[in-house]
């Protein structure tokens, strides 16, 4: 098989990657083509593209060359199958597998909704080009051979363009750090938000959120770990709440995050598969979420969290006061969200079983 996407590869792997690769490797012999994290060069496995200079092409002149590169690579390795990492990466194998005339699959991951990346993440440029991408998104989805969903909020979202997923089963997900032995509660009443800073995540949301709900939960912190385009909402929160952030941890450090705090935070106006909320629930802890995505497939509310309106900062706020302020609800939430993480659980050589049955 052959991987496509935009994903930053750092060789050697991480130990969550190495897990997933050495799996698939099992089944299938595999090459990626993606994209290089800085000081990072290819192998005979990975072909991977450094970073263009000035940065602002970067992105563009990728996604130009991504065609004619997968034909290139369709015409050396001859694989069975390609795996799409978003629509816009199957519509540009789709136009590959043309120029290349080589019999392979095209198969495609949806991962959460594809029109987030136009008009939720990065630069608000993207926004421009939103509807073309929407177009070309659908169209890929509907010409692909099959199409591989990650949670039922994700099949839905499939199935209003009149196209059933072939199969529908989570990420492949390292949890090896979050299953040993759980912890109790911290002394302190602490909330955790971990994920990238971007629009998607609402974390604009989130600071409005603390500001109205710090004033009433003296003693109790909110903690933020992740990086992104949003960061200036971050430097604000330790600015005027003196609330700790954390650019970027290790599986493990995010697993002694969550066994830090009382209770996840996950905001989202949109969410594919949220893998932090798994995570989290392994580690016993609940989560307060919002009714986006697939944040309700995962979290029953008033039972393994409490769920919000997305962009209602005031009834964030009171569930933050809700939880932080009664050890005995946040206690009650962690004992059920242990229970309800076992059927997203999967080991690596399952997850690449399951794959190897995608593809036939």
């Known amino acids: 098989m052959l991987f496509v996407g935009r994903t930053r590869y750092r060789l050697p792997l991480s130990p969550s990657l190495a897990q997933k690769f050495d799996a698939l490797a ?59 990492q978003t629509p816009y990466d199957a519509a540009a194998a789709l136009l590959a597998r043309r120029i290349a005339r080589v019999p392979v699959k095209v198969i495609v991951e949806v991962h959460g909704d594809w029109r987030t990346s136009t008009r939720l993440y990065g630069s608000p440029a993207r926004r421009l080009v939103s509807l073309l991408g929407d177009q070309v998104a659908q169209l890929a989805l509907r010409r692909a051979d099959a199409v591989r969903t990650v949670s039922p909020f994700t099949a839905r979202l499939v199935r209003e363009l009149g196209v059933e997923p072939a199969a529908d089963f989570p990420a492949f997900m390292y949890l090896t ?87 996840l935070v996950l ?68 004992e059920a969200a242990a229970s309800a993480a076992a059927p997203w659980l999967q080991t690596p050589e399952q997850y690449a079983e399951r794959m190897r049955e995608l593809v036939g």
């Open 26 to 84: 099992g089944q299938f012999e595999v090459r990626v083509f993606a994209s290089a994290a800085p000081g990072t060069t290819g192998d005979g496995t990975f072909r991977l593209v450094g970073t263009l200079r000035p940065r602002v092409l970067d992105g563009l002149a990728f996604w130009l060359s991504l065609p004619v590169r997968t034909a290139r690579l369709l015409r050396e390795f001859q694989p069975r199958a390609v795996f799409c």
């Open 177 to 263: 750090p979050f299953t040993g032995e759980m912890v109790p509660l911290p002394v302190e009443p602490t909330a955790l938000f971990v994920g990238v800073l971007e629009a998607y995540k609402n974390v604009d949301g989130l600071a409005k959120a603390w500001a109205l709900a710090a004033p009433r939960l003296p003693g109790a912190s909110l903690r933020v770990v992740g990086k992104g385009s949003r960061s200036d909402v971050a430097e604000s929160l330790v600015r005027e709440h003196g609330v700790r952030w954390d650019r970027d941890l290790s599986s493990a450090e995010v697993a002694e995050a969550i066994d830090g705090a009382w209770v």
């Open 267 to 334: 905001p989202s106006r949109s969410e594919g598969m949220g893998r932090v909320l798994v995570e989290a629930f392994c580690r016993g802890r609940g989560v307060i979420g919002t009714r986006a995505g697939s944040i309700p497939d995962l979290v029953e509310d008033d039972i393994s969290g409490l769920l919000v309106e997305p962009d209602d900062p005031q009834a964030l706020a009171d569930a933050f006061v809700r939880v932080l302020s009664d050890r005995g609800l946040a206690e009650r939430l962690g």
